[in-house]
């Protein structure tokens, strides 16, 4: 039988802190959570693993370490509303959960809604709720937001996001137009978003972010 508590130590030496991710609150929230059971049955054994994850149809789990990295580069403060796109099965809002005042996270399934919400109750998360609602739109009813966090990669960043933000606040996602994507934080400044690319990435594309293919003449 395996040991998730000697498996999520490991995660975090070997591959997270290994990243130069620093952050205390991050690196205590990925060495506690039970990310095993934020997964189906079937998924839990390679649930530390350094890869991503299948957690539901259309939705994968980063890989540990550059789920960490672009979490870091986001800045996330202990007042901060987080606001968590296409959440699946909940593990990233419960890492965001450990580092903010309140996580809003928006999925378009019924049945992750439900399973989401039962692992973040479980996992001891009070702060974070996810909602049904479209990943494209946002959650405007519950902003605006300190910080937006996408697990995962777009072609198409919509606008909706950027009309979100707090002034100063910040979007984090992979940006990705080929087979490497750019983990990209957007930032706003009054009607102006500047951005930065942190690092490159290669997750998987979220299903319906793909950038709408152009006239072939």
């Known amino acids: 039988m395996l040991d ?6 490991a995660m975090v030496d070997s591959q997270v802190h290994t990243a130069d991710v620093t952050e205390r609150r991050l690196l205590k929230a990925m060495r506690t959570l039970p990310r ?15 890869c991503e994850v299948e957690a539901a ?10 789920l960490a990295m672009l979490i870091q580069a986001a800045d996330i403060g202990d007042k901060d509303l987080v606001l968590n796109i296409a959440s699946g099965r909940g593990y990233a809002a ?3 959960s450990r ?10 399934d019924d049945k992750l809604v439900e399973k989401a919400s039962l692992a973040l109750s479980d996992a001891g998360c009070d702060n974070a709720v996810v909602i049904k609602g479209d990943p494209h739109a946002g959650a405007a009813g519950q902003g605006p937001y300190d910080v937006i966090f996408v697990e995962g990669a777009v072609e198409e960043t919509p ?9 100063g606040g910040r979007l984090a996602v992979v940006a990705r ?3 490497v994507g750019k983990a990209t934080i957007y930032t706003r400044s009054g009607d102006s978003i500047g951005h930065r690319v ?3 990435a290669t997750p998987r594309l979220i299903p319906g972010f793909e950038r709408e293919p152009g006239f072939v003449f």
């Open 94 to 96: 419960a890492v965001l």
């Open 57 to 66: 149809s259309g939705r994968w789990m980063m890989r540990p370490r550059e």
């Open 4 to 9: 998730f508590s000697r498996e999520r130590d």
């Open 36 to 50: 095993e059971t934020f997964l189906p049955k079937s998924k839990q054994a390679i649930a530390y693993a350094d």
């Open 159 to 167: 606008r909706a996001w950027f009309d979100q933000l707090k002034d």
């Open 177 to 179: 137009k080929g087979p």
């Open 99 to 108: 580092l903010a005042e309140t996580v809003v996270g928006v999925e378009a």
């Open 198 to 200: 942190v690092f490159d």
